[in-house]
T-cell receptor, first 117, second 112 residues
Framework: DTGVSQNPRHKITKRGQNVTFRCDPI?????LYWYRQTLGQGPEFLTY????????KSRLLSDRFSAERPKGSFSTLEIQRTEQGDSAMYLC???????????????FGPGTRLTVL | GDSVTQMEGPVTLSEEAFLTINCTYT??????LFWYVQYPGEGLQLLLK?????DKGSNKGFEATYRKETTSFHLEKGSVQVSDSAVYFC???????????FGKGTTLSVSS
């Protein structure tokens, strides 16, 4: 079990550029979540996938943001026309379906830190 | 809507001191409650959890009890170490497959 991985770990971009982040969940976890964390705040929910279906989106996910999870494996989060306010840590988490020991737990990746200049 | 409120930090303690970080929540129904920890330069790690009223979660010397009557889930440790220095987040979720709702986090700094 290698844990949740995210790439890149850091991204610096200029305002107006598009960026894409990737998340690889723990294998066999069919639930995947994206969160955004700004300095001094707790993570805020962006969106949730069960397998390849995007089941929930936060109001924080403006139309410049899009997330996909083709084939229910890895996921990508794209931000178009980046703004300075998009600077944050973007976190991915995954969880297994069903009950048992890990009921309700989400396992987080190390995050991608985005800086928009 | 549902929310989590944590005591504001930073909390500065000497090694072996007693730690309490307060956490209260607002939610309908019966949420599950969590404490996550974020060490410097690392990702969020689950520290402990409780899924029903009066449950006590514990790990690495940390404890928290799910108190429905006071809607609280305070984190405690009897004797902190320098290695406990981190940011601690209280969180809740209503059910599996839904968003975690986090507090703003409390920074703990322990000196030797």
């Amino acid at each position: 079990d290698t844990g949740v991985s995210q790439n890149p770990r850091h991204k610096i971009t200029k305002r107006g550029q598009n960026v894409t982040f990737r998340c690889d969940p723990i294998s066999e976890h069919n639930r995947l979540y994206w969160y955004r964390q700004t300095l001094g705040q707790g993570p805020e929910f962006l969106t949730y996938f069960q397998n390849e279906a995007q089941l929930e989106k936060s109001r924080l996910l403006s139309d410049r943001f899009s997330a996909e999870r083709p084939k229910g494996s890895f996921s990508t989060l794209e931000i178009q026309r980046t703004e300075q306010g998009d600077s944050a840590m973007y976190l991915c988490a995954s969880s297994p379906q069903g009950g048992g020991r890990y009921y309700n737990e989400q396992f987080f990746g190390p995050g991608t830190r985005l800086t928009v200049l | 809507g549902d929310s989590v409120t944590q005591m504001e930090g930073p909390v500065t303690l000497s090694e072996e001191a007693f730690l309490t970080i307060n956490c209260t929540y607002t939610a309908t129904g019966y949420p599950s409650l969590f404490w996550y920890v974020q060490y410097p330069g690392e990702g969020l790690q689950l520290l402990l959890k409780a899924t029903k009223a009066d449950d006590k979660g514990s790990n690495k010397g940390f404890e928290a009890t799910y108190r429905k009557e006071t809607t609280s889930f305070h984190l405690e440790k009897g004797s902190v170490q320098v290695s406990d220095s981190a940011v601690y987040f209280c969180a809740l979720t209503k059910e599996a497959g839904t968003a975690l709702i986090f507090g703003k986090g409390t920074t703990l700094s322990v000196s030797s």
